[in-house]
């Protein structure tokens, strides 16, 4: 990339309306790889900047949740270089990835955001099955582990990653996964995990 170009764009994504617009455009662009140790580097894919939920000020026990503006980036480059697989990338895309998983607050707890688990979740699963670990399938715990909704997260297992782990004979990680989704099927949750939990079982 252009050293001089690249500068000026690092400038202007410092204000917040064109770091959004910016992230936006990476989601959707052809190639978005080489981005990704640029951005690592300044720390805008750092799990510090994971958002918290917010609750609402008028409303007490009401929170939204906020989306992190990098996260379909990330998708787009995971989706990428599963296609174009490159040693490197993919090594960059795992510190990110084991990154996030080992982060914790000054609290010593993880940011429970759902949507960030949910599309980190899908950056793991388009990960080469060489490269995943028993770490990885413990971070679907950790995110089941949650306060809201795991509907989204609940749907990636069924649909996505059970089936990627059976396609490439990853039999201890599937057995993995299999404990830790039978374990969260023993508690009750609402009408729309279910659903997920038995579709995923009957499967």
Not at 27 to 33: V, Y
Request: include cysteine; aromatic fraction near 12%; glycine fraction near 2%.
């Amino acid at each position: 990339m252009d050293k001089t170009k690249t500068e000026k764009i690092l400038q202007y994504i410092k204000q917040e309306q064109y770091r959004n617009h910016f992230f936006k455009k990476l989601s959707e662009t052809k190639n978005p790889i080489p981005w990704l140790e640029v951005l690592k580097k300044e720390g805008y894919l750092s799990p510090e900047n994971n958002p918290k939920p917010i609750e609402d000020k008028d409303r007490k026990g009401f929170y939204s949740m906020p989306r992190w503006d990098v996260l379909g980036f990330l998708e787009n480059a995971s989706e990428y270089n599963k296609k174009n697989s490159d040693a490197n990338v993919t090594k960059i895309l795992l510190d990110i990835i084991n990154d996030f998983i080992e982060y914790q607050n000054d609290s010593e707890k993880r940011v429970d955001n759902y949507i960030t688990d949910w599309y980190f979740m899908k950056i793991i699963s388009n990960l080469p099955v060489e490269k995943l670990t028993k770490g990885h399938i413990s971070f679907v715990k950790m995110a089941l582990d949650s306060k809201w909704n795991n509907t989204l997260i609940l749907e990636h297992i069924g649909r996505v990653l059970i089936p990627y782990l059976l396609d490439n004979d990853a039999k201890d990680l599937f057995l993995e996964l299999c404990n830790i989704t039978l374990d969260y099927y023993q508690k009750g949750k609402s009408s729309s995990e279910e659903y997920w939990l038995n579709d995923t079982l009957i499967k």
